[in-house]
């Protein structure tokens, strides 16, 4: 791994994830979450703050030690236990039925295996538990899309691995979820990074 995906690219994504939009959509989900929660792609923590007293503690996964230990930095104002583990998403060390929330936000975008691990989201989550999820990806006006495949092979270089182009729902639901609530607009900014997706799916 070089200098920039290990030290520069974290810090990127952190100021770019503290913007106005994002964090009202983190605002809005976040705090449905409950119980046992399991955060995959924790980050550098930006959720942490969002969660509601409704949760009994918290499991947040990574695969960036670098932002695994910007996470750290902000636990000690944390009123619920929190474990943070530096593991891929397509390989979950939990039993299964785990969990009774699973939150993913701005992270199915860059993991290699999306399907494995929405697998395995499913698998560690209790039979009536809920995936929370926010995430950019493919837009339905065509034009938008033609510029999203074209970017995305030179974006992943630069985006540690980020896809602009992956179709969220139709990942989701062929995982045996049922998304029982969907939002789907554009944030502001430019439209092949920015069209979204907020829901709520549980296990079929």
């Known amino acids: 791994m070089g200098l920039y995906q290990k030290f520069i690219l974290p810090r990127l994504i952190d100021v770019a994830m503290r913007n106005k939009e994002v964090t009202a959509r983190r605002a809005e989900l976040i705090p449905k979450a409950s119980g046992a929660v399991l955060e995959i792609g924790i980050g550098s923590g930006l959720n942490l703050s969002f969660y509601s007293s409704g949760i009994t503690h ?39 039925g785990s969990f009774d929330t699973v939150v993913v936000t701005w992270t199915l975008c860059s993991i290699p295996h999306p399907v494995r691990a929405l697998a ?12 929370l999820f926010v995430e950019h990806g493919l837009s339905p006006d065509p034009k938008v899309q033609a510029w999203q495949h074209r970017l995305t092979p030179m974006w992943k270089r630069i985006g540690g691995g980020c896809h602009l182009n992956r179709k969220i729902d139709d990942l989701v639901r062929p995982a045996g979820f049922n998304i029982v609530e969907l939002q789907t607009t554009y944030l502001p900014g430019p439209r092949p990074m920015t069209f979204t997706y907020q829901g709520i799916a549980c296990p079929a």
């Open 58 to 96: 918290l499991s947040g996964i990574d695969s960036s030690p670098e932002f695994l230990s910007m996470a750290r930095r902000k636990l000690n104002a944390s009123p619920y236990p929190v474990k943070l583990f530096c593991r891929s998403a397509e390989e979950l060390l939990f039993d299964d």
């Open 120 to 131: 395995e989201i499913k698998r560690v989550l209790k039979p009536d538990g809920r995936f």
